[in-house]
């Protein structure tokens, strides 16, 4: 049997109970081990992305049980694409995290590779309760990196945090009970059979268990009306931390892409497209809400945050219909969100630094040590961010907006869609000659480190490399879609067959 | 014995619920803990209810469905996890922020 997919999971794995065990060996061999362990995921996800490339859906069976009777694993396009992103992500928030923000607590770099064994579990695991195995392995680890730094903010942001996401939890097992018992499986391609045959009786509870699904994710993805722990924990957030988290919403999203893409898809009978006229609603708003927290914002990390919920609702305004050129220009956008979401988090953090007791707060303060080089790093990613050509982020808009089918639906997605670009550049447009122009008196601190400075640039350029790898991308993403699309090579795995 | 088992299920998740909603730190704690019990026997309940069955075929005249049982296993360890991990930083907010609201806001009193 072929071992890569479960590689990515066991190599953080190990590398985060070594950390644990040796936690008395100096700094300089845990940071070493770490950077190694986080650093070799790249090569391991671009060799799962060429495995992945010919088509096929390669499983691993865990313990060697056959589905769907055991825990299954799945690589496909999606899941490898989602591990190629995490590495990029995780090891350049990393080597920022190594010139000092590790020594801030204890710990840092175990809890750093288990939540690299979570989310990359979660991406690769093709069993529902295998999925809230992974979530909860990702979320006690995201609990105790949120507090990584102590101080009041965090805690208090920490318990809106971690409160909400265990009732989250709650509901998570519940309606995997409710599915399991109504079809007896958790295997997720033998769910969307059974799903797909369930009589006319089960369908109103079925749809009771899919929409809790939609809950927990939602919670976990922060849209909108379950967004509010999103802010205040991103911002309260240790730099490197924040980087990482940017993924975690993109967690959710996955799952909701998922469950509702197989589970409740096309094939899926009554059932089919169960979220599909909620999605369009919750995306809209998610936007809107995140425009007006970014416009509202006092503080370079709370605007970032709001960001984030921004690049939720515009996520999900592509899986909304359901369609290829929506799937596909969702994962293009996700893949611009993420990368420099996590840069711009790191570029605030180098900005704060200069700034002394003032931090992030969008008020004028002392000059920058290097104001042309912070400047330009944040112009270029606001650029990128709010949507304006020539970077990936106007052309994963793009992608977007003609995704949307024609129709009054379309007027006003986008009106909202272009109205909230533009009130994304006003606010960074705002926030920036704050930083970087209307500056007095001499700076505080150090001018910025050279490895932070390169971890920084590192996320941003994956913009430029975006743009300029446009079409390979796209071909890449749109293969990804009709891969997903297509439900009967899914649906042979909850058979017992596979590729 | 499902209409007992449903009744202390809803009254578990109600009290549940209810603490949840005080806003104080310990009811907080304890209305999760009574909400992961009622989602812990809900679970057990998805393999259905049935007395005198070993979860294994052959050893009594019907079978059990082992499945849920392990699932359940699997929550309560987790559940365990989340409830020490929320004690832990309950504490230390109460250290830090010097107030059990879960708001972090001063109590009034």
Same mark, same amino acid.
């Given at each position: 049997?072929?071992?890569?997919?479960?590689?990515?999971?066991?190599?953080?794995?190990?590398?985060?109970?070594?950390?644990?065990?040796?936690?008395?060996?100096?700094?300089?061999?845990? $940071?070493?081990?770490?950077?190694?362990?986080?650093?070799?995921?790249?090569?391991?996800?671009?060799?799962?992305?060429?495995?992945?490339?010919?088509?096929?859906? $390669?499983?691993?069976?865990?313990?060697?049980?056959?589905?769907?009777?055991?825990?299954?694993?799945?690589?496909?396009?999606?899941? &490898?694409?989602?591990?190629?992103?995490? &590495?990029?992500?995780? +090891?350049?928030?990393?080597?920022?995290?190594?010139?000092?923000?590790?020594?801030?607590?204890?710990?840092?770099? %175990?809890?750093?590779?288990?939540?690299?064994?979570?989310?990359?579990?979660?991406?690769?695991?093709?069993?529902?309760?295998?999925?809230?195995?992974?979530?909860?392995?990702?979320?006690?680890?995201?609990?105790?990196?949120?507090?990584?730094?102590?101080?009041?903010?965090?805690?208090?942001?920490?318990?809106?945090?971690?409160?909400?996401?265990?009732?989250?939890?709650?509901?998570? /097992?519940? +309606?995997?009970?409710?599915?399991?018992?109504?079809?007896?499986?958790?295997?997720?391609?033998?769910? %969307?059979?059974?799903?797909?045959?369930?009589?006319?009786?089960?369908?109103?509870?079925?749809?009771?268990?899919?929409?809790? !699904?939609?809950?927990?994710?939602?919670?976990?993805?922060?849209?909108?009306?379950?967004?509010?722990?999103?802010?205040?924990?991103?911002?309260?957030?240790?730099?490197?931390?924040?980087?990482?988290?940017?993924?975690?919403?993109?967690? +959710?999203?996955?799952?909701?892409?998922?469950?509702?893409?197989?589970?409740?898809?096309?094939?899926?009978?009554?059932?089919?497209?169960?979220?599909?006229?909620?999605?369009?609603?919750?995306?809209?708003?998610?936007?809107?809400?995140?425009?007006?927290?970014?416009?509202?914002?006092?503080?370079?990390?709370?605007?970032?945050?709001? !960001?984030?919920?921004?690049?939720?609702?515009?996520?999900?305004?592509?899986?909304?219909?359901?369609?290829?050129?929506?799937?596909?220009?969702?994962?293009?956008?996700?893949?611009?969100?993420?990368?420099?979401?996590?840069?711009?988090?790191?570029?605030?953090?180098?900005?704060?630094?200069?700034?002394?007791?003032?931090?992030?707060?969008?008020?004028?303060?002392?000059?920058?040590?290097?104001?042309?080089?912070?400047?330009?790093?944040?112009?270029?990613?606001?650029?990128?961010?709010?949507?304006?050509?020539?970077?990936?982020?106007?052309?994963?808009?793009?992608?977007?907006?003609?995704?949307?089918?024609?129709?009054?639906?379309?007027?006003?997605?986008?009106?909202?869609?272009?109205?909230?670009?533009? +009130?994304?550049?006003?606010?960074?447009?705002?926030?920036?000659?704050?930083?970087?122009?209307?500056?007095?008196?001499?700076?505080?601190?150090?001018?910025?480190?050279?490895?932070?400075?390169?971890?920084?640039?590192?996320?941003?350029?994956?913009?430029?490399?975006?743009?300029?790898?446009?079409?390979?991308?796209?071909?890449?993403?749109?293969?990804?879609?009709?891969?997903?699309?297509?439900?009967?090579?899914?649906?042979?795995?909850?058979?017992?067959?596979?590729? | 014995?499902?209409?007992?088992?449903?009744?202390?299920?809803?009254?578990?998740?109600?009290?549940?619920?209810?603490?949840?909603?005080? &806003?104080?730190?310990?009811?907080?704690?304890?209305?999760?803990?009574?909400?992961?019990?009622?989602?812990?026997?809900?679970?057990?309940?998805?393999?259905?209810?049935?007395?005198?069955?070993?979860?294994? /075929?052959?050893?009594?005249?019907?079978?059990?469905?082992?499945?849920?049982?392990?699932?359940?296993?699997?929550?309560?360890?987790?559940?365990?996890?989340?409830?020490?991990?929320?004690?832990?930083?309950?504490?230390?907010?109460?250290?830090?922020?010097?107030?059990?609201?879960?708001?972090?806001?001063?109590?009034?009193?």
């Amino acid at each position: 049997m072929m071992h890569a997919p479960i590689l990515p999971i066991l190599l953080p794995l190990f590398a985060g109970s070594l950390l644990l065990l040796g936690h008395r060996l100096g700094h300089g061999i845990q $940071r070493r081990l770490s950077l190694a362990a986080t650093w070799a995921l790249l090569p391991l996800a671009v060799w799962a992305l060429l495995l992945a490339s010919d088509g096929r859906l $390669r499983i691993y069976a865990l313990g060697d049980w056959p589905a769907p009777f055991g825990i299954v694993l799945l690589l496909d396009r999606l899941s &490898a694409l989602m591990l190629l992103v995490t &590495a990029l992500l995780a +090891g350049f928030a990393l080597l920022y995290a190594v010139r000092g923000d590790d020594l801030r607590g204890p710990n840092f770099h %175990a809890l750093f590779q288990f939540q690299l064994v979570g989310i990359n579990g979660a991406f690769l695991t093709a069993d529902l309760f295998n999925l809230f195995v992974f979530f909860e392995i990702l979320l006690i680890a995201s609990y105790a990196l949120l507090l990584h730094g102590n101080g009041a903010a965090r805690v208090r942001a920490g318990l809106h945090y971690v409160l909400p996401n265990l009732l989250g939890s709650a509901f998570f /097992l519940i +309606g995997i009970g409710i599915l399991y018992g109504l079809t007896g499986t958790l295997n997720m391609a033998d769910l %969307a059979r059974r799903v797909a045959g369930a009589d006319a009786g089960q369908a109103p509870l079925l749809a009771t268990a899919g929409y809790l !699904l939609l809950v927990v994710f939602g919670l976990k993805g922060a849209i909108l009306p379950l967004h509010f722990w999103l802010p205040r924990a991103y911002a309260a957030a240790t730099a490197p931390v924040a980087a990482l988290f940017a993924i975690m919403t993109k967690v +959710g999203l996955y799952a909701i892409l998922r469950v509702f893409g197989l589970i409740f898809g096309a094939q899926a009978g009554p059932l089919a497209g169960l979220a599909q006229p909620w999605l369009w609603t919750l995306a809209v708003a998610t936007l809107a809400a995140g425009v007006f927290g970014v416009l509202a914002a006092r503080d370079l990390q709370v605007q970032l945050a709001y !960001l984030v919920i921004v690049s939720v609702g515009t996520l999900l305004l592509g899986l909304a219909p359901g369609s290829l050129e929506g799937y596909a220009a969702a994962l293009y956008y996700l893949l611009h969100s993420t990368l420099v979401a996590g840069g711009l988090f790191l570029l605030a953090d180098l900005v704060a630094r200069q700034r002394g007791e003032l931090g992030g707060a969008l008020q004028r303060g002392p000059n920058l040590h290097q104001p042309g080089l912070l400047g330009g790093l944040f112009f270029f990613g606001a650029i990128s961010v709010a949507g304006l050509p020539p970077l990936s982020g106007f052309l994963g808009k793009l992608m977007l907006l003609r995704a949307v089918p024609v129709g009054i639906a379309a007027l006003a997605i986008w009106t909202v869609v272009l109205c909230g670009g533009l +009130g994304l550049l006003i606010a960074l447009g705002r926030s920036g000659s704050t930083l970087f122009w209307r500056g007095s008196g001499a700076p505080s601190g150090e001018p910025a480190d050279g490895v932070r400075l390169l971890a920084c640039a590192g996320l941003l350029s994956g913009s430029l490399l975006l743009t300029m790898a446009a079409a390979p991308v796209q071909a890449y993403v749109r293969e990804t879609a009709r891969q997903l699309l297509d439900p009967a090579a899914y649906l042979r795995i909850g058979a017992g067959g596979g590729a | 014995m499902e209409a007992l088992f449903a009744i202390s299920l809803g009254m578990l998740t109600a009290s549940g619920v209810y603490l949840l909603l005080r &806003a104080r730190i310990f009811p907080v704690v304890l209305g999760l803990t009574l909400i992961s019990y009622a989602v812990n026997l809900f679970l057990f309940a998805m393999g259905r209810l049935r007395t005198g069955v070993a979860p294994v /075929l052959g050893k009594s005249a019907g079978h059990g469905d082992p499945l849920p049982q392990a699932l359940v296993l699997t929550a309560i360890v987790i559940g365990f996890a989340m409830t020490a991990f929320v004690v832990v930083l309950a504490l230390r907010g109460l250290g830090e922020l010097r107030s059990d609201q879960v708001d972090g806001k001063r109590s009034e009193r």
